[in-house]
C-alpha cells in the first residue's frame, strides 16, 4: 500500500483555506492520521481517526474521507502553520505519505 | 505529561553499529508501544519498527529485518534500537514515539530525535 500526497508543495496567504490530500492506492482502513511537522522539530499528532483533532489542534484543522481519499483541511491559514504535513495508516506496519509541504 | 528524551547525537563509521535509547516517562510505559521512525536529510518519515514494552515482541520492516534490534528495560522505562552494519544512506534522525490506540493506531507522542551521521 502506497500512500500519494498532494500536492508536494502548497503556497499561498494567510487567511486562505489549505486542503491537502493523501490517497491510498488500496483501501486499507477508514482510518487515517495526520501529523504536522514543523520546520528542525519531532512530528507533532494532528488528526486521528481521519476527523479527530488531538489536544490542543485548533479547530481551524480539519481532517475527512474514507476508503482511499482523504483530506486534511486548514480553514484559514495562519503564519504558524507553515510544515509539512504527513498523513499515516497501518497495514500491518506503519505507512506514511511522502508529505505536503505549506508555505505562506 | 508524557515525555519521550532521547540520546544524544551519534557519528559512526561505515559498517559500525548505532544504538539510541528512548527515556519515557508520565505514563506506564508497559501499556503503549513504542515505534521507531527515521527520517533522512529532506525526506519524509519512514517506520523502522516497534516493540511492545510489556512482552518485548517486535516488529520491524522488511527492509531493517536481520539489521535492526528493539530492546526495552522496563525497570528504567527505556527502549533502545540499535541499527548494525550502518551505511551512509543510514544517516538521519532517528525518532522513538509512543502508539496509541484510538479507534487506529497512531503517535501521539514523539521523542525529541537523535541525529545519526554515518561518515568515513
Known amino acids: 500500500v502506497v500512500l500519494t500526497q498532494s500536492p508536494g508543495t502548497l503556497s499561498l496567504s494567510p487567511g486562505e483555506r489549505a486542503t491537502l490530500s493523501c490517497r491510498a492506492s488500496?483501501?486499507?482502513?477508514?482510518?487515517l492520521t495526520w501529523y504536522q511537522q514543523k520546520p528542525g522539530q519531532a512530528p507533532r499528532l494532528l488528526i486521528y481517526?481521519?476527523?479527530k483533532r488531538a489536544s490542543g489542534v485548533p479547530p481551524r484543522f480539519s481532517g475527512s474521507g474514507s476508503g482511499t481519499d482523504f483530506t486534511l483541511t486548514i480553514s484559514s491559514l495562519e503564519p504558524e502553520d507553515v510544515a509539512i504535513y504527513y498523513c499515516?495508516?497501518?497495514?500491518?506496519?506503519?505507512?506514511f505519505g511522502g508529505g505536503t509541504k505549506v508555505e505562506i | 505529561q508524557v515525555h519521550l528524551v532521547q540520546s544524544g547525537p551519534e557519528v559512526k563509521k561505515p559498517g559500525a553499529s548505532v544504538k539510541v535509547s528512548c527515556t519515557a516517562s508520565?505514563?506506564?510505559?508497559?501499556?503503549?508501544?513504542m515505534h521507531w521512525v527515521r527520517q533522512a536529510p529532506g525526506q519524509g518519515l519512514d517506520w523502522m519498527g516497534r516493540?511492545?514494552?510489556?512482552?518485548?515482541?517486535?516488529s520491524a520492516a522488511k527492509k531493517f529485518e536481520g539489521r535492526i534490534t528493539m530492546t526495552r528495560d522496563t525497570s528504567i522505562n527505556k527502549a533502545y534500537m540499535e541499527l548494525k552494519w550502518l551505511t551512509s544512506d543510514d544517516t538521519a534522525v532517528y525518532y522513538c514515539?509512543?502508539?496509541?490506540?484510538?479507534?487506529?493506531?497512531?503517535?501521539?507522542?514523539w521523542g525529541q530525535g537523535t541525529l545519526v551521521t554515518v561518515s568515513s
Open positions: 514515539a509512543r502508539a496509541h490506540w484510538f479507534g487506529e493506531l497512531s503517535l501521539d507522542f
Open positions: 508520565g505514563y506506564t510505559f508497559t501499556d503503549n508501544q
Open positions: 516493540i511492545t514494552p510489556d512482552t518485548g515482541g517486535t
Open positions: 488500496q483501501p486499507v482502513s477508514n482510518y
Open positions: 481517526d481521519t476527523s
Open positions: 499515516q495508516q497501518r497495514s500491518g506496519w506503519l505507512i
